[in-house]
């Protein structure tokens, strides 16, 4: 009717849309949320800036030498040292370092979380292994020190070397990264489920098959992630190395075989930029462009990671 | 082979020792007089359903079940007859799935796990010293309440089983043998080589069933296999139970009454007291129990009054 336009026209829907439109705006949410940009911003910023001055100091190295900065050795002259020793060594103590950290860390781990029965045994150990994890790269180049360059340097590094071989400077590298190959890889053999070891064990399989058919498969990519991340972690460790005397200086020693290069003298990477950071200022272009070296190996290290992960990851 | 049977009095049908060559006897319900019915009651009634010896899979003697100090499973006494399909029952929490895993040691798994009393299967103390779980089970397969194949192709997780067995002759026959029986090889001839997770949750238990008789064992143990399925994959589990049965003994776990009531030959009642320990209330021929249940908690429990 004409008379009562106004209760007619408010229906039930004009209720709820008066109800749920038109709420207050929320000051409280976009401020934090302002706030939580800032901070990402800020700590984006510094890395990005320091990226860019290594760049932009780098560049025109890489650009000028190009392979030549790549190949050459340590020498005393900035345009004619390069990063050639470095690089080989740093790989000759991946190489060393993996082939030794990886079947010892994770058979510790398939031990821990496949075979040891004993509770509180786990837990020892596994409260052990964390808390070295944590401890100081440097505690282990000191440990280095005494144990493979001073006790047993007649041994891995006769002669010239004298102590400070490549083989003193891989084991003390393997026995840093070796609680985190531990910590990771039983990481990754836990999160392998009970049921599918139930499953296997319910048709009559001994513990040994159930690991090596069905948890050590599913848990090996985690296991790659976890080993190559602690690799990644190893190059670029440089107080260890620097006290089990990876060489800084220079060098110039050919090897004729394998346990030469082994029992000989080595520098790598990191130890080089700390070496040449230290130098006069004309050292300061290489310095930028090994560190641009260093980086670049890392991103594929660690890019290596990234696919193997999403390349082989499971679903349960 | 037969084996003879006398009747005798059922004062005592505690199973009795190897030695002694003395026959127990299956007592049916119309025997069970009604004052035995009121009388002290649980166990009474769960020694009521014995199996002929030599048609026994399973004769619990006062098993026991722990894990540390917790009882989870209280001086259960009863006999698992061959060929025929055991359903056990009762409310969550009462040690069904304890019982279950004790009969093919997979609780030796858990860590702190132990029984007394005794499991003897086919007369053989199962946790007598010298037995071999991995054998104990390669006789005694499982399938569990959560379909689990292996992220495997569907051919090797019914071929894992036979490998490790040491199987030598034709592998692809015995994985087509296996999926047939249980159903589901139509389903999946034409994708052997596809993984087993990819399968939709009726075909995974069955692919789990299929993988369980790949090892030809004795015994399946069925721990609530359809409480992840619909009805529809859950009726096709059953239908595979009853066919199953021919060849095999079957002991299920379950929640579902009904499941037990459709699919079973015998059903077993546990329930719990205030120790949380579950212990047998009743034990009989399915129809039995669910019609005219000896006692009055299984009465209570069936008609829906708890659990």
């Not at chain 1, 620097?242 to 020693?253: K, Q, Y």
């Not at chain 2, 009642?269 to 908690?297: C, I, S, W, Y």
Request: with cysteine; proline share 5%; glycine share 8%.
């Amino acid at each position: 009717m004409a008379s009562t336009p106004r209760t007619q026209a408010l229906t039930a829907a004009d209720v709820v849309r008066r109800s749920i439109e038109g709420g207050r705006v929320d000051w409280r949410s976009a401020a934090v949320e302002a706030l939580l940009v800032g901070l990402l911003v800020l700590t984006l910023g510094v890395l990005a800036w320091l990226l860019v001055v290594v760049f932009v100091n780098g560049i025109p190295v890489l650009a000028e030498r190009g392979l030549d900065f790549l190949t050459s050795p340590l020498a005393a002259r900035p345009d004619e040292a390069g990063v050639g020793q470095a690089i080989t060594g740093s790989l000759w103590l991946m190489g060393f370092v993996a082939l030794l950290s990886f079947p010892l860390g994770i058979g510790e781990a398939v031990y821990l979380a496949e075979y040891a029965r004993a509770p509180w045994f786990t837990r020892l150990v596994n409260t052990v292994v964390r808390n070295l994890a944590g401890v100081p790269s440097l505690v282990y180049g000191l440990l280095g020190l005494a144990i493979f360059v001073v006790a047993l340097g007649d041994v891995l590094g006769p002669g010239s070397a004298s102590g400070r071989s490549l083989l003193a400077g891989g084991l003390t590298m393997a026995i840093l990264v070796l609680p985190i190959v531990i910590i990771t890889s039983a990481e990754a053999l836990r999160a392998v489920p009970g049921s599918i070891r139930e499953a296997a064990f319910g048709v009559g399989a001994t513990r040994w098959e159930v690991v090596r058919s069905h948890v050590l498969p599913y848990a090996a990519p985690g296991i790659f992630t976890g080993t190559i991340l602690s690799m990644a972690r190893a190059f670029g460790e440089t107080a260890p190395l620097i006290l089990v005397g990876a060489v800084i200086g220079g060098f110039n020693v050919k090897y004729e075989s394998v346990l030469e290069t082994l029992q000989g003298r080595y520098t790598a990477l990191p130890t080089t930029v700390y070496d040449w950071a230290r130098k006069p200022q004309d050292f300061a272009g290489n310095v930028y462009a090994a560190i641009i070296v260093l980086i670049g190996v890392l991103l594929v290290v660690n890019a290596l990671a990234i696919y193997l992960r999403y390349r082989f990851e499971r679903r349960w | 082979m037969k084996v003879e049977t006398e009747v005798k009095p059922t004062t005592d049908a505690v199973p009795d020792s190897p030695e002694t060559p003395t026959i127990r006897i299956v007592a049916t319900h119309a025997e069970i007089d009604e004052s035995e019915r009121i009388a002290p009651a649980a166990t009474r009634a769960a020694e009521a359903f014995a199996v002929a010896e030599g048609e026994a899979v399973f004769e619990l003697d006062d098993l026991s079940c722990f894990y540390g100090s917790f009882r989870a499973v209280r001086n259960i006494s009863m006999s698992i007859p061959r060929n025929q399909i055991t359903a056990i029952i009762g409310p969550s929490g009462c040690g069904k799935s304890t019982l279950l895993r004790s009969f093919n040691r997979m609780n030796d798994l858990v860590d702190g796990a132990s029984i007394t009393g005794a499991i003897r299967y086919h007369g053989v103390d199962l946790y007598g010293a010298g037995v071999d779980p991995v054998e104990v089970r390669r006789r005694i397969g499982m399938v569990f309440q959560k379909p689990n194949p292996f992220p495997k192709s569907i051919y090797d997780n019914v071929a894992f089983g036979p490998r490790v067995a040491g199987y030598r002759e034709n592998m692809d026959e015995l994985v087509e043998r296996s999926l047939r029986r249980a159903a589901l090889w139509d389903d999946v001839k034409d994708k052997l080589r596809s993984p087993g997770t990819a399968l939709s949750g009726g075909q995974q238990q069955r692919l789990c069933i299929a993988r369980a008789i790949a090892v030809e064992p004795d015994v399946i143990l069925m721990d609530e296999p359809c409480s992840a399925l619909d009805p529809i994959a859950t009726l096709k589990i059953e239908e595979l139970m009853r066919e199953l049965r021919e060849s095999y003994t079957i002991v299920i776990v379950t929640h579902n009454m009904q499941q037990a009531a459709r699919a079973s030959d015998v059903t077993a009642f546990l329930t719990m007291g205030d120790d949380r320990a579950g212990h047998l209330v009743e034990m009989a021929p399915t129809d039995q129990l669910f019609t005219k249940p000896a006692n009055r908690t299984t009465e209570d429990y069936i008609t829906g009054r708890f659990g």
